[in-house]
């Protein structure tokens, strides 16, 4: 089974960026789409990005489309989001994750969430 681990995160000031990265250990990498998670305190787990195992297709949360970057190095078994122009609302604990198929993006569909990384943007 695939173990995925997010790292990256950090402090920002509003209008910065940062780079996520998400590695997976497995065999399998490019035969799943995966997809980028956030919560943020007192709030629901959300959908951000998702993309397809060969990387060709793309999908964005509204709340992020035009600022973030979702991609893949199928050779390194790694996935990253690229996050321009942050806003303090991006505030949260950012996780990756297999996804069932691509386009499910609910993420009350998944059981298990690993440690996640926090990105806090200041104002």
């Known amino acids: 089974q695939m173990q995925l681990v997010e790292s990256g995160g950090g402090l920002v000031q509003a209008g910065g960026s940062l780079r996520l990265s998400c590695s997976a250990t497995g065999r399998t990498f490019s035969m799943h789409a995966l997809g980028w998670f956030r919560q943020a305190p007192g709030k629901e787990r959300e959908f951000v990005a998702a993309?397809?195992?060969?990387?060709?297709?793309?999908y964005y949360a509204d709340s992020v489309k035009g600022r973030f970057t979702i991609s893949r190095d199928n050779t390194k078994n790694t996935m990253y989001l690229q996050m321009d122009s942050l806003k303090p609302g991006d505030t949260a604990v950012y996780y990756c994750?297999?996804?069932?198929?691509?386009?499910?993006?609910?993420?009350?569909?998944?059981?298990?969430w690993g440690q996640g990384t926090q990105v806090t943007v200041s104002s």
């Open positions: 994750k297999s996804l069932n198929y691509y386009g499910d993006y609910d993420p009350r569909h998944y059981a298990y």
């Open positions: 993309i397809s195992g060969l990387g060709i297709s793309t």
